[in-house]
């Protein structure tokens, strides 16, 4: 029935029934599996539906991260004006950074001169 599917998407569509029966319903899983199609071994089935639920929670906990980090996580929706808005001071005030670095660079640079042809007193 599968037998045209490669074999990244095979693992993805189990994943899928995985995800789908809980991580922890290994015996419907396996079930769904051959009735696809699949050659599974149900032990096997068993560890990768583990591994993969770590990783899920891994992958979530990161995006929780990030969402906290950017200061979104008590703002469910954010509308496409507010993100415009953000990106637009992000800009800005990377611009002013770089201003800053540049003139920063430049007194380091005229102090590094100074210092080589001892003009100080």
């Known amino acids: ?3 045209g599917k490669s074999r990244s998407e095979q693992v993805e569509i189990i994943k899928k029934l995985i995800r789908q029966n809980n991580y922890r319903e290994h015996d419907r899983t396996y079930e769904q599996c051959v009735r696809m199609g699949f050659s599974v071994n149900f032990q096997s089935l068993g560890r ?3 591994k993969l639920e770590l990783l899920d929670r891994s992958e979530r906990a990161k995006q929780k991260n990030i969402a ?3 200061g979104m996580a008590n703002r ?3 509308s ?3 993100l ?3 990106e637009t001071e992000i800009t800005f005030e990377l611009g002013e ?3 800053r670095e540049n ?7 005229s102090l590094s001169k100074m210092l080589d042809v001892k003009e100080f007193n």
Do not use: D, G, W
């Open 1 to 3: 029935m599968l037998s």
């Open 48 to 50: 990768f539906a583990e």
């Open 68 to 70: 906290n980090s950017m």
């Open 76 to 78: 469910p929706t954010i």
């Open 80 to 82: 496409y004006a507010q």
């Open 84 to 86: 415009k808005q953000r």
């Open 97 to 99: 950074l770089k201003i």
């Open 103 to 109: 003139k920063l660079l430049e007194e380091l640079n």
